[in-house]
Each structure stands twice: as structure tokens, then as C-alpha cells.
T-cell receptor
């Protein structure tokens, strides 16, 4: 199993450009998440999904959109990139076992720079 | 408000010394608690988790953590640190959604 994979690993954008980050998981997990990591701030949740076709806002959703058309994929879009979106982006997935939540599994990250 | 506080931004220890990383949380319900480790340029790896039951939990790489409900704490410990433990450590709390602390960066002196 590859676990959680992210594409691309690195990207440089100019202000105003758009792009899509792809996250894929092969663990049949229901839940998927997008975080951003900035120095001294830990990970902050951007958007998440509790199942195919459903998405919800996290802590810092502004400037981002997401889609979950297939259970195994979770896309993060930036319609008009801004320098404040320079960050490392992590995708994660998780599932449940009975009534218990199983831990989140993380991808390797995408380093995005917006100039 | 729900939050996680890791009071120590940086910690330096000598190899072979003991380690304790602090984590305090504020959460309305009984929390699920996690410690993750991140090596430079890598994703996050789960060290250990607490859902219920025994309040002292064992994790990978010789780490353990103790849940203290009265203190709202979930401190991470290791009796003897190895140079390979140098990394950033994150405490997290939550259920379907996690709230992460800002992290503690650990440096290990030989």
C-alpha cells in the first residue's frame, strides 16, 4: 500500500495563478483532510471531507476550494494564489473502527511558494 | 475554545538523557489525544495515541505518554534519547477533526 500520496511535491506560482493539489489514499478511508503548516503555527485545517461527495470548512478555508468526487481522492484548489498561501500543505486520511476514531495518516507534503 | 498548548518551542537534550515534552489541552468532551513526530522535510508519523482506558500509553521508538485529566495534560516522555530522535513533535487533540499544537523542536547533543 502506498498510503497517502500527494502531487506535486513542489510548486512555485506567481500571484494570481491557479493550481490544484491532488491527494490520493489507498486505505479505503472515509475521512480526508487538507492542512497547511507554517512555522510556529503547527498544522491548521483548511477543509475536510467525511465521505465521497461531501466537504466542509476547517479553520482556515478562505482562498481554497476542495472536491471529493471519488472516495480515494481529495483535491485542493487555489483559484487565485496569494503570497500568504506560501506554505507546506499536508493531506491526511482516517477511518473509524466501530465507534472509535482511528488516527490520521499523513502524506509527505507539498511545498508551495507564491511569488 | 478548543486548543492545544505546547509550552516549549525548542528543547535541547544530551544523547542518553531523559526527555519530557509538555502538552496541555482545552477540549469540551473526552478527547482523543495524539503525539506525532515530523523529521525535516517529511510528513507526520504517529508516535502514540490515547482513546480510553489505561492513562499511560506506549508508543513506537520507546516513547510513552500519560493522560492526566485533572491537569488537562498529555506529556510525552522517553527515558533515554537517541540522536535520531531529533525532530519536531506535535501534540494533537480531537475526534473527526484534530487541533494541533504549535510543535516542539527537539535537538540532541552527542
Amino acid at each position: 500500500n502506498a498510503g497517502v500520496t500527494q502531487t506535486p511535491k513542489f510548486r512555485v506560482l506567481k500571484t494570481g495563478q491557479s493550481m490544484t493539489l491532488l491527494c490520493a489514499q489507498d486505505m479505503n478511508h472515509e475521512y480526508m483532510y487538507w492542512y497547511r503548516q507554517d512555522p510556529g503555527m503547527g498544522l491548521r485545517l483548511i477543509h475536510y471531507s467525511v465521505g465521497e461527495g461531501t466537504t466542509a470548512k476547517g479553520e482556515v478555508p478562505d482562498g481554497y476550494n476542495v472536491s471529493r468526487l471519488k472516495k480515494q481522492n481529495f483535491l485542493l484548489g487555489l483559484e487565485s494564489a496569494a503570497p500568504s498561501q506560501t506554505s507546506v500543505y499536508f493531506c491526511a486520511s482516517s477511518s473509524t473502527s466501530g465507534s472509535s476514531l482511528v488516527e490520521q495518516y499523513f502524506g509527505p507534503g507539498t511545498r508551495l511558494t507564491v511569488t | 475554545a478548543q486548543s492545544v498548548t505546547q509550552p516549549d518551542i525548542h528543547i535541547t537534550v544530551s544523547e542518553g538523557a531523559s526527555l519530557e515534552l509538555r502538552c496541555n489541552y482545552s477540549y469540551g468532551a473526552t478527547p482523543y489525544l495524539f503525539w506525532y513526530v515530523q523529521s525535516p522535510g517529511q510528513g507526520l508519523q504517529l508516535l502514540l495515541k490515547y482513546f480510553s482506558g489505561d492513562t499511560l500509553v506506549q508508543g513506537i521508538k520507546g516513547f510513552e505518554a500519560e493522560f492526566k485529566r485533572s491537569q488537562s495534560s498529555f506529556n510525552l516522555r522517553k527515558p533515554s534519547v537517541h540522536w535520531s530522535d531529533a525532530a519536531e513533535y506535535f501534540c494533537a487533540v480531537g475526534a473527526a477533526k484534530l487541533i494541533f499544537g504549535a510543535g516542539t523542536r527537539l535537538a540532541v547533543h552527542p
